[in-house]
């Protein structure tokens, strides 16, 4: 199973949504929140080419926003 990896920032209902979806789906997550940690933005913006959160890492598959139903 591919390593999956979620970031955030606080008070995003986007993102929220998000981690709902992948808790009853009973996925195991990273969660990565940008709001609090530099390095987490820097590693959205630069490995992924994200302008915006939630970023879902699945594996080699990167969606960058929250597109409902897991991306």
Known sequence: MSE???YIKDSC???SKL???LKKQGTAF???NVSSSQKALKEA???YGA???P???EGDKV???YKGGMG
């Open 55 to 57: 970023v879902l890492v």
């Open 19 to 21: 981690i709902s979806e």
């Open 30 to 32: 990273q969660e990565f």
């Open 45 to 47: 913006k630069e490995k």
């Open 4 to 6: 999956v990896k979620v």
């Open 63 to 65: 969606t960058i926003g």
């Open 13 to 15: 209902p986007h993102c």
């Open 51 to 53: 302008d915006r959160v």
